[in-house]
Nanobody, 122 residues
Framework: VQLQASGGGLVQAGGSLRLSCAAS????????MGWFRQAPGKERDFVAD???????YYADSVKGRFTISRDNAKNTVYLQMDSLKPEDTAVYYC?????????????????WGQGTQVTVSS
């Protein structure tokens, strides 16, 4: 599966953004889909995951502020980000996992999008 992320931008603290990740291929509905982020000089960190059957998981740092969802008819996964903070500034990547495994681990994801920049000003 090939992934294309979009929706990043510059927003003030407290604002909102919605990221989208469009996938190609007919098997999108069978993939677990995740979002990761990477700030300058830091490792790529898990943000959220949605399983093929709709179960959702979040990093503690975004729980209650971010919402992951998917539309299998549109082969798209979304990340709604509310109450944004300057520490949310990073490049955000979507990823696809064809099977099980630790959803918070980047290594289980086989396909990655190109990343979209999110910048939150204080």
């Amino acid at each position: 599966v090939q992934l294309q992320a979009s929706g990043g931008g510059l927003v003030q603290a407290g604002g909102s953004l919605r990221l989208s990740c469009a996938a190609s291929g007919r098997t999108f509905s069978s993939y677990n889909m995740g979002w990761f982020r990477q700030a300058p000089g830091k490792e790529r960190d898990f943000v959220a995951d949605i399983s093929w059957y709709g179960a959702t998981y979040y990093a503690d740092s975004v729980k209650g502020r971010f919402t992951i969802s998917r539309d299998n008819a549109k082969n798209t996964v979304y990340l709604q980000m509310d109450s944004l903070k300057p520490e949310d500034t990073a490049v955000y990547y979507c990823a696809a996992c064809p099977g099980g495994g630790a959803y918070y681990t980047a290594g289980v994801y086989s396909s990655w999008g190109q990343g979209t920049q999110v910048t939150v000003s204080s």
